[in-house]
C-alpha cells in the first residue's frame, strides 16, 4: 500500500508521520497520529530497525504511528519497525509493546491519540530538539521545518501524554480497549 519514500529520515518520526498522514492512498480512511511516551521520557519499544540487538528495545524519549482504519481493521504504520509498513493493530501491539506489568510503572508506555487532520494543522517543530549546541543529534531532513500558522514549536505538548492537549491519552490496556483490541 505505502513504501518507504523520500520522506522518511531517521530519527525524525514526527515529521514523518506528518507527511505519511497527508498520503493521497490514506484518503477518505480513517487516520489516527499515535505518540508515545511517558513522564521519564524513556520508552521501550521492540521490533525496531535501530535497535542493538534482534530481540532488544530501542529506548526512544518518544516515537510516533500512524494507525489507519481498512476495512474495519486498524493497521499501524511505524517507519522504524522491521515488522513492515501494514501490520495489523493487534500483531504490532504483541510485538512492539511488553505485556502488562512486565514494566516498572515509569517506564510503561503511555500514548497519546489524535486525529490525523488535527495533526496536520496543529503540529509545528522547529528542530531545536535535535540540536546539542551547534550540532545536529541527527541528520536533519532536506525538507523545511513544519510549522503551523502560528510558527510556535509544540512537539512536546503533543509528546506529554499527561497533560491536556489535542486527542486522548491512554495507558497500553486503556488503549487497547478504546481501539477494540
Given at each position: 500500500?505505502?513504501?518507504?519514500?523520500?520522506k522518511y529520515v531517521?530519527?525524525?518520526?514526527?515529521?514523518?508521520?506528518?507527511?505519511?498522514?497527508?498520503?493521497?492512498?490514506?484518503?477518505?480512511?480513517?487516520?489516527?497520529?499515535?505518540?508515545?511516551?511517558?513522564?521519564?521520557?524513556?520508552?521501550?519499544?521492540?521490533?525496531?530497525?535501530?535497535?542493538?540487538?534482534?530481540?532488544?528495545?530501542?529506548?526512544?524519549?518518544?516515537?510516533?504511528?500512524?494507525?489507519?482504519?481498512?476495512?474495519?481493521?486498524?493497521?499501524?504504520?511505524?517507519?522504524?519497525?522491521?515488522?513492515?509498513?501494514?501490520?495489523?493493530?493487534?500483531?504490532?501491539?504483541?510485538?512492539?509493546?511488553?505485556?502488562?506489568?512486565?514494566?516498572?510503572?515509569?517506564?510503561a508506555q503511555r500514548?497519546?491519540?489524535?486525529?490525523?487532520?488535527?495533526?496536520?494543522?496543529?503540529?509545528?517543530?522547529?528542530?531545536?530538539?535535535?540540536?546539542?549546541?551547534?550540532?545536529?543529534?541527527?541528520?536533519?531532513?532536506?525538507?523545511?521545518?513544519?510549522?503551523?500558522?502560528?510558527?510556535?514549536?509544540?512537539?512536546?505538548?503533543?509528546?506529554?501524554?499527561?497533560?491536556p492537549f489535542y486527542?486522548?491519552?491512554?495507558?497500553?490496556?486503556?488503549?487497547?480497549?478504546?481501539?477494540?483490541?
Open positions: 500500500m505505502v513504501t518507504l519514500g523520500s531517521p530519527y525524525f518520526c514526527e515529521e514523518n508521520i506528518w507527511h505519511l498522514c497527508q498520503d493521497p492512498v490514506f484518503e477518505g480512511l480513517e487516520r489516527r497520529v499515535v505518540f508515545i511516551s511517558n513522564a521519564e521520557r524513556q520508552c521501550p519499544v521492540w521490533c525496531q530497525r535501530s535497535a542493538a540487538a534482534p530481540g532488544e528495545p530501542v529506548v526512544w524519549d518518544y516515537h510516533v504511528i500512524l494507525f489507519v482504519q481498512v476495512d474495519e481493521q486498524w493497521r499501524v504504520y511505524d517507519l522504524d519497525t522491521v515488522l513492515g509498513l501494514d501490520v495489523p493493530m493487534v500483531e504490532y501491539l504483541q510485538q512492539s509493546f511488553a505485556p502488562r506489568g512486565l514494566l516498572p510503572l515509569p517506564w500514548f497519546r491519540v489524535i486525529e490525523a487532520d488535527t495533526y496536520v494543522q496543529h503540529f509545528s517543530s522547529d528542530r531545536s530538539h535535535m540540536r546539542q549546541g551547534p550540532q545536529w543529534k541527527a541528520q536533519p531532513p532536506a525538507w523545511p521545518c513544519i510549522l503551523a500558522d502560528d510558527a510556535q514549536h509544540n512537539l512536546f505538548d503533543f509528546v506529554d501524554t499527561h497533560a486527542g486522548s491519552c491512554f495507558d497500553l490496556p486503556g488503549l487497547c480497549s478504546w481501539f477494540g483490541v
